[in-house]
Each structure stands twice: as C-alpha cells, then as structure tokens.
C-alpha cells in the first residue's frame, strides 16, 4: 500500500503559476512510474505528466512545454510546476504512484486547480 499526499493547488489567474506536490509514503523503486492525472467537470479523467524510476517523462499534448515534472527522491515526493495556466486548465489534479512490482496503481485524493480568465 502506498500513501500519497498532495498540496499547492489553488485559485490563480491565467498566465500565472503554480507547483504541485505528490508526497509518497515508501521510495520510488526501480519499474515505478509517478505522476499526474486531472479531471474537469463533465469530462473524464486524463494523463496530465508521469515520471518513471528511470527519469523518463511523459506529458499531455496539451501540456508540453508549459508545465514539468520533476523529483526529489530523498523526500519521496514528485512536483507539477504549472507555468503560463490556461483557464482549460482548470481540473482536480490526481498524484498517482504505479509500482513497477504487480503493476497496482495508487491516488491521492485530489487538490483543486482554478485558472480564472
């Protein structure tokens, strides 16, 4: 089982900024992927950013260029810098932990992003 606590979200105005933090309860072992998925009203959840074990990234189209996903693996914890926000990304932003063992996936429970125009 693992824990995850997240913080930073917020209410900031378009074009502003904000950091995203994913605090997980055991290390990020080697085959573990960390990362972010949001959720907007009426539409369905989607991949915002993931970082694996190795360092790799992935991000949404939507998201390239403007937001990054980084680590510190002493404190076991995975950020979301958040610059040049859009209203559309306005979303409950998910911290997810997938261990690289049995592939089980973990959430934490969400922290409110509000982009306002």
């Known amino acids: 089982q693992v824990q995850l606590v997240e913080s930073g979200g917020g209410l900031v105005q378009a074009g502003g900024s904000l950091r995203l933090s994913c605090a997980a309860s055991r290390s990020i072992v080697s085959g573990d992927v960390m990362g972010w998925y949001r959720q907007a009203p009426g539409k369905q959840r989607e991949l915002v950013a993931t970082r694996a074990s190795d360092g790799s990234t992935n991000y949404a189209d939507s998201v390239k260029g403007r937001f990054t996903i980084s680590r510190d693996n002493a404190k076991n914890t995975v950020y979301l810098q958040m610059n040049s926000l859009k209203p559309e990304d306005t979303a409950v932003y998910y911290c997810?932990?997938?261990?690289?063992?049995?592939?089980?996936?973990?959430w934490g429970q969400g922290t409110q992003v509000t982009v306002s125009s």
């Open positions: 997810t932990f997938r261990t690289g063992w049995l592939n089980n996936v973990y």
